[in-house]
Each structure stands twice: as C-alpha cells, then as structure tokens.
C-alpha cells in the first residue's frame, strides 16, 4: 500500500530506514533544481541575450504554473498515493530537462522545458514534505521538519555553490543533461522505495495515530476550552506563515534572475557569481539548523515579524548599495530571515494535520505565488520605467512592505477571535 493509506510502520528501524530514503529523495531535487534554474538565467542571457525584464517573465512564468498546480500535486499524492506522485513527478521532470536538448535551439523551445519542468516538479515537493512528516507524533514532526530543510537546503545551496564551476566546466548544457541524470536515478529510487515499503508494511494494518489530538467531545470542559485556544492560535500564525512566505519568495525569485546583472556589477564570472551568490543559501541553512534545536520561536510572533523586517531591508541593500562586502552581509540576513519565515510555513502547515499532502500542496502553491508575483512586479516595473535605475527592486521591495501591512491584520485579526 501507499504511505497515503495511513498504516503503522513495521518498525522504527524501518521507519527510519525509508524516512533516509525520502530524505536522499530530497536532496537530490535540491542540487538537481537549484543547477538547473539558477545556472538557467546565464544560458537564456549569454546564448539568447535575455536582459532583466526577459529573465524576470521566465521565473514568473515558472511561477505561475507552479502556484496553480502544487495544490493538485499535494492532493494527487494524498489521493493515489504519494509513490505514485513522485515517479510521475521525477519522470516529467526528466523528460522535460531533454527537451530542452532536443527541441530547436529557439528561446521558445528553452520556455517550453521550463513549463514542463515545472508542471513535473509540483507534484515533487508536496510529496516529499509529506512522506517525511507522515506517521509522526508532534515532537517527530518537529524533528523532521527541522531534518528536511536542513537537508534540501544542503542541496540547493551546493547547487549553487559549485553549480557556476560546473557550468563553466562542462558548458551551458550539463544545466539539462545533470539535472535530467539525477531526476532519472531519482525514478528508480521511488520504485524501490516503494517496492520496501510494500514488503515491510504488508502486515501492518493498525491505523497510524492522529497528530491532532484528540477529539474535544472526548475532552473535559476545561481541556476542551484550552484544545480550542490552542488550536486558534495554531490556526492563526498557520496563516501568518502562509502569507510570509509567498513574499519570501517574492524576494527570492527577484534575486535569483538578476544574479546575471549582479554579477555584471562586480565583474564576477559565472563560478564566482555561484560563490558570492550562494552566501544567503548557506545563510539560510545554517537559520534551518539553529530553529530546528532550538524550538522557542514556534508560535512567537516577535520573531516572524523581525525575520520579516530583516527580509525587506536586506533586500534593498542587496541590490541599492553597490559596496561587494554590503550585498555579501545583506545576503547573510536575508538568509537567516527567509530560513525562519519558510520554516515557520512548512512546520505550521505540517502541525496537527493528518493531510500532510493536502497541506503540502496548499504550502507549495502558496509559495509558488511568490514565485510568481516577484519576477511579474519586477519586469512590469522594468517594462513601463526602463529609464530608472534599480526600479524593479523598488517596486519589489514596495510589494513586501504590503506584506507586511498584511501580516500586521492578520495578527489583529487573530487575537480578536
């Protein structure tokens, strides 16, 4: 059966022994995803000479497509099955990455891969954000919550690391034929994954238990009355967190199309411009270690509204003070604040839910309207001012203030209940 039937593992042993085999699953989306995305926007510059307001159209669109389709990837693995998600998800993914290969040299055919490597991947990280949460009491949860970032986070932050060295290496192609490779042994790693879980889980039928608690009719009075606050307030930085971290990625998805400019500012090749330019990835993981050990920030709103502040000042400096050791510090806070912020989205969304693929869909779709809306404000502000310097930061950065006006209501919102 599927993870998504809700059965006991066999055993712990087991249970770890495929969580490690969920958790390889992610890492290598994480190196195969950042190379390829990351590296994509020199290839579109140097080979079809793309300027910003082109580069910022493409994430969008990559965002686009992810923000409406990640919700049905979560639920098709809830409903098929997440092993079912998965092979179909690295399989497009796959595919999509050699048509970029194959199919004519044209920039159409390069936004064609893009879509098509997009609409494979939703139905990736939902699953996986699932698998390594299902079957978990709360402190489990909490504990591979703080185990998945850390490791995705790993990948994606080599991936852009050595990913300029390896683009330089074995040229603007290997951003298809790597990614494509590992999307492949990640194929055959499901199918035997799911081949273990078959065997292991054959004669377990007991029913997993509820991470939610149980059910307030069975409560006292009193317990019920503290279920109910402590479920509220759960309820509410679920949705402060599911408004913060679409404007991450709002902020994400600006800078990564324009380290092609930023690295024309400093005169960095592409192996130096993946050094300067993985500072907030390695930041950010190190933000995924430290509030993975050290719990007191769940459910504190002081800290989501200071990673948020931090988030809209240091991306302003990255791109408006043209100093090389400013952008590299401002990339250390804008790190650290991204790390809290997505953390608190997926930790919130994975805690007390027994829908794990639904809410990791619901997570996805919602940063992927980051994805979107970022990259769209940016070029729109390029588009109709291309006489100003640096408007599309300031357009962008205009965008996360709204957002911070917004996770102001909401927590208003919140205590008035």
Same mark, same amino acid.
């Given at each position: 059966?599927?993870?998504?039937a ?45 300027s ?15 923000c ?6 979560g ?13 179909? &998800?690295?399989a497009?993914?796959?595919? $999509?990455?050699? #048509?970029?290969?194959? !199919? @004519?040299? /044209?920039?159409? %055919?390069?936004? +064609? ?10 139905f ?18 909490t504990?591979?919550?703080g ?16 990913? &300029? ?5 074995? $040229?603007?192609? #290997?951003?298809?034929? !790597? @990614?494509? /490779?590992?999307? %492949?042994?990640? +194929? ?9 879980y ?10 997993s ?15 019920a ?51 300067f ?13 430290l ?41 250390a806070?804008?790190?650290w ?15 007390a ?10 997570h ?17 502000a ?36």
């Amino acid at each position: 059966k599927s993870p998504a039937a809700r059965h006991y593992p066999a055993s712990p042993m087991t249970r770890r022994k495929l969580k490690l085999g969920y958790l390889t699953l992610a890492g290598l989306n994480a190196f195969a995803t950042g190379y390829y995305f990351t590296y994509l926007f020199f290839h579109l510059a140097s080979a079809f000479h793309f300027s910003n307001l082109e580069n910022l159209a493409v994430a969008a669109t990559n965002g686009f497509v992810y923000c409406v389709v990640a919700w049905y990837g979560g639920r098709f693995g809830q409903t098929h099955g997440y092993f079912n998600g998965l092979k179909l &998800g690295f399989a497009v993914m796959g595919l $999509g990455l050699l #048509s970029g290969i194959l !199919l @004519p040299s /044209g920039a159409a %055919g390069q936004i +064609v891969t893009v879509i098509a490597w997009t609409l494979g991947m939703c139905f990736t990280w939902p699953t996986l954000e699932a698998l390594v949460t299902e079957d978990e009491d709360r402190v489990g949860v909490t504990r591979m919550v703080g185990i998945y970032n850390v490791v995705w986070a790993s990948g994606s932050g080599l991936a852009t690391f050595l990913g &300029g060295l390896l683009y330089e290496r074995w $040229g603007a192609r #290997s951003i298809f034929w !790597l @990614p494509a /490779g590992i999307h %492949g042994i990640q +194929v055959a790693l499901t199918f035997w994954l799911e081949r273990r879980y078959a065997i292991e889980h054959r004669n377990a039928t007991a029913p997993s238990p509820s991470v939610s608690g149980p059910a307030l009719s069975d409560l006292t009075p009193t317990e019920a009355e503290a279920a109910h606050l402590s479920r509220t307030v759960a309820q509410s930085f679920q949705r402060m967190a599911w408004l913060t971290n679409p404007f991450a990625y709002i902020a994400i998805s600006t800078v990564v199309p324009l380290i092609p400019a930023l690295a024309r500012r400093y005169d960095l090749t592409p192996m130096y411009a993946g050094f300067f330019c993985s500072v907030w990835l390695f930041a950010r993981l190190g933000a995924f270690v430290l509030h993975w050990r050290w719990t007191q920030w769940h459910y504190h709103f002081g800290w989501l509204l200071c990673a948020y502040v931090t988030l809209v000042l240091s991306f302003a400096a990255i791109f408006l003070v043209p100093q090389l050791w400013v952008a590299m510090l401002a990339q250390a806070f804008f790190g650290w604040a991204i790390g809290l912020i997505y953390y608190s989205s997926l930790f919130y969304s994975m805690d007390a839910t027994d829908t794990k693929g639904v809410q990791g869909g619901i997570h996805e779709s919602a940063l992927g309207f980051g994805v979107f809306a970022g990259p769209a404000v940016g070029a729109v502000a390029l588009r109709f001012f291309p006489g100003l310097a640096n408007m599309s930061t300031w357009a962008v950065s205009g965008l996360l203030l709204v957002g911070l006006a917004g996770l102001f209501w909401l927590r208003q919102k919140g205590r008035s209940r």
